[in-house]
């Protein structure tokens, strides 16, 4: 049964899936009990299933019908089921999120005031945890994003005060007092961004020895082991804090990745249209109404598999 439910999956995923597909699909979805619980549990981890790409595409490419389709097909349909949970943990690292001093989910945001007075605002999907000691004040950034605006330690002693520092899988970020985002929405990128607009931040990558001053009005990326440019901060970026999806000429695979952490279940880009520019204000409070707005202003089609389960496809001729 749960290789059944993968290969639907593969079949569904094809680029010029037919209706009749669909239909069949549906059919045997239908058909028995046990086959909705088997597309309930792909279902279930539609969030997470963007990161099987390499078996899903294998199992796509691969000629139907044959012993490497069906050894794809095998290794899919045990990630989703039988190995899930070691998947999850080894792969996704939930535990991490589940256990952070804070969270959020799907969807949701929220404002922190720390006990020194420092704000925080938290983006969708995105955990911390928190560590104030009599030498430091750190926020470990677990996942997503975050806005800070840094208070004055009201602890001061006569060493001064105490630091207040960001730290991310990639280094760590001091604050000179001031208002900066802070992103790390997917470790296998390598790297994390830092855009600063007010005040001044410190930046020092985990391996590199020279740190450096990231201003007010700037951005920059950074890996473990090197710096990107600096570049113009980009006042849209921290448009969630208002409920807002503020971009220009945002490539739409990019644009999908961000909206992403504000909906539920897939959101696939087909890779053809991945590239096309999207501008645009878009109201984070309802995706259905997003989604519709890229299919009038864009060549696209929006295949809903079902309610959790959505691709972005160019639109058929």
């Given at each position: 049964m749960q290789q059944q439910?993968?290969?639907w999956l593969v079949e569904l995923q094809s680029a010029d899936v037919a209706d009749e597909t669909r239909q069949r699909w549906q059919q045997w979805r239908d058909a028995h009990s046990?086959?909705?619980?088997?597309?309930?549990?792909?279902?279930?981890?539609?969030?997470?299933?963007?990161?099987?790409?390499?078996?899903?595409?294998h199992a796509?490419?691969?000629?139907?019908?044959?012993?490497?389709?069906?050894?794809?097909?095998?290794?899919?349909?045990?990630?989703?089921?039988?190995?899930s949970t070691t998947w999850l943990v080894g792969r996704e690292a939930p535990i991490d999120q589940w256990t952070a001093d804070r969270r959020t989910g799907v969807g949701e945001r929220t404002r922190i005031t720390l006990d020194d007075g420092t704000q925080l605002?938290?983006?969708?999907?995105?955990?911390?945890?928190?560590?104030?000691?009599?030498?430091?004040?750190?926020?470990?950034?677990?996942?997503?994003?975050?806005?800070?605006?840094?208070?004055?330690?009201?602890?001061?002693?006569?060493?001064?005060?105490?630091?207040?520092?960001?730290?991310?899988?990639?280094?760590?970020?001091?604050?000179?007092?001031?208002?900066?985002?802070?992103?790390?929405?997917?470790?296998?990128?390598?790297?994390?961004?830092?855009?600063?607009?007010?005040?001044?931040?410190?930046?020092?990558?985990?391996?590199?020895?020279?740190?450096r001053i990231v201003r007010d009005?700037?951005?920059?990326?950074?890996?473990?082991d090197r710096f990107e440019e600096i570049e113009e901060?980009?006042?849209?970026?921290?448009?969630?804090?208002?409920?807002?999806?503020?971009?220009?000429?945002?490539?739409l695979g990019a644009f999908l990745q961000a909206l992403g952490p504000h909906r539920r279940g897939y959101l696939g880009c087909d890779a053809t249209v991945a590239n096309l520019k999207v501008t645009g204000t878009y109201p984070l409070a309802?995706?259905?109404?997003?989604?519709?707005?890229?299919?009038?202003?864009?060549?696209?089609?929006?295949?809903f598999v079902t309610r959790y389960w959505v691709k972005v496809e160019p639109t058929r001729t």
């Open positions: 439910a993968a290969e046990d086959h909705a619980h088997a597309w309930q549990r792909i279902e279930a981890f539609g969030e997470r299933l963007q990161g099987l790409s390499s078996p899903l595409a796509a490419l691969t000629q139907p019908k044959t012993a490497g389709r069906r050894r794809a097909v095998k290794t899919l349909a045990i990630m989703l089921f039988a190995g605002q938290l983006n969708a999907e995105t955990a911390i945890n928190i560590e104030y000691t009599e030498t430091q004040r750190l926020v470990r950034l677990v996942r997503g994003e975050l806005l800070v605006v840094t208070a004055p330690d009201p602890l001061v002693t006569r060493s001064g005060s105490r630091p207040f520092l960001i730290e991310t899988a990639h280094g760590k970020m001091r604050a000179l007092g001031t208002r900066f985002l802070v992103q790390q929405r997917d470790d296998q990128q390598g790297h994390s961004l830092v855009a600063v607009y007010e005040g001044a931040v410190e930046v020092r990558p985990g391996h590199v020895e020279t740190p009005g700037q951005q920059t990326s950074f890996s473990q901060a980009d006042d849209n970026a921290i448009a969630w804090t208002d409920g807002m999806l503020v971009v220009r000429d945002m490539p309802d995706t259905d109404k997003i989604l519709d707005m890229l299919r009038k202003t864009l060549p696209v089609d929006i295949r």
